[in-house]
């Protein structure tokens, strides 16, 4: 039975690809920064009551005014520290994690458009196998290239391809278990699913939404708001 969860959001990133000057968990999406739309979206859970997200900290008091207080969430989300890459963050957020929590949901500050079935479908897989993902089977053929993408090596079956998103959820002891091993090992990975690959434990791949765009580049970002303004007030 699914109880209440820690909720981690790493939401730290530079906002490089974006070509901001700031992070880009305080862009505007329709009259809210994207963080705030990414909180509003997970608070809607009847499994999450609270959330820690961590940003740099040089915004941590920006975060609070701006995505947390300004949009009326200062009972469910406290914001802490990130670190230098999202690995690290996560750590961070898991040393935060409550003792009374068995079971981490970690999701991207920059996907505003996570669903409920899909947060509620990863809890219950996580609880059941312990670690599951949110993904979601590729529909375009996929080359791979052995020469830095001057010529195609083969073409990948795409029958056994999925492009992973978050939430991804997991047995609090379990990925504490996979970071604390990737530190001592030096492991360096993209999302946490891959940390438990590493263990060698199974990760049960859930059905996600193409529509839990993450957000990355500007087309992402006008993408996610063409979403919202087609939604009108679900969003």
Same mark, same amino acid.
């Given at each position: 039975?699914?109880?209440?969860?820690?909720?981690?959001? =790493?939401?730290?990133?530079?906002?490089?690809?974006?070509?901001?000057?700031?992070?880009?968990?305080?862009?505007?999406?329709?009259?809210?920064?994207?963080?705030? /739309?990414?909180?509003?979206?997970?608070?809607?859970?009847?499994?999450?009551?609270?959330?820690?997200? &961590?940003?740099?900290?040089?915004?941590?008091?920006?975060?609070?005014?701006?995505?947390?207080?300004?949009? %009326?969430?200062?009972?469910?989300?406290?914001?802490?520290?990130?670190? !230098?890459?999202?690995?690290?963050?996560?750590?961070?957020?898991?040393?935060?994690? =409550?003792?009374?929590?068995?079971?981490?949901? $970690?999701?991207?500050? &920059?996907?505003?458009?996570?669903?409920?079935?899909? $947060?509620?479908?990863?809890?219950?897989?996580?609880?059941?196998?312990?670690?599951?993902?949110?993904?979601?089977?590729? *529909? @375009?053929?996929?080359? +791979?290239?052995?020469? %830095?993408?001057? #010529?195609?090596?083969? *073409?990948?079956? /795409?029958?056994?391809?999925?492009?992973?998103? #978050?939430?991804?959820?997991?047995?609090?002891?379990?990925?504490?278990?996979?970071?604390?091993?990737?530190?001592? +090992? @030096?492991?360096?990975? *993209? @999302?946490?699913?891959?940390? $438990?690959?590493?263990?060698?434990?199974?990760?049960?791949?859930?059905? %996600?939404?193409?529509?839990?765009?993450?957000? #990355?580049? =500007? @087309?992402?970002?006008?993408?996610? !708001?063409?979403? $919202?303004?087609?939604? %009108?007030?679900?969003?």
């Amino acid at each position: 039975m699914l109880g209440r969860v820690y909720t981690a959001v =790493p939401a730290a990133g530079s906002g490089i690809r974006m070509g901001l000057g700031y992070s880009k968990a305080f862009v505007d999406v329709e009259g809210l920064p994207l963080l705030s /739309r990414t909180l509003r979206a997970l608070l809607k859970s009847p499994f999450i009551d609270q959330i820690t997200t &961590a940003v740099r900290p040089d915004e941590v008091d920006l975060c609070e005014r701006e995505v947390v207080a300004k949009a %009326g969430l200062v009972d469910g989300v406290s914001v802490s520290e990130g670190g !230098r890459e999202r690995q690290q963050t996560v750590w961070n957020l898991l040393n935060a994690a =409550p003792a009374h929590r068995d079971l981490v949901l $970690i999701h991207d500050g &920059a996907r505003p458009l996570v669903s409920l079935p899909v $947060i509620h479908d990863v809890l219950e897989a996580a609880l059941e196998w312990g670690a599951a993902t949110a993904a979601v089977l590729l *529909t @375009d053929t996929v080359k +791979e290239s052995a020469d %830095g993408g001057e #010529t195609v090596s083969k *073409t990948l079956d /795409r029958k056994r391809l999925f492009r992973a998103q #978050t939430p991804q959820a997991f047995h609090r002891d379990l990925i504490v278990s996979a970071h604390r091993r990737a530190l001592k +090992e @030096d492991w360096s990975v *993209t @999302d946490d699913a891959s940390l $438990i690959e590493q263990l060698g434990h199974d990760v049960r791949l859930v059905k %996600g939404d193409v529509r839990n765009i993450k957000v #990355t580049t =500007p @087309d992402d970002l006008e993408l996610v !708001r063409w979403v $919202i303004l087609s939604q %009108g007030s679900k969003l």
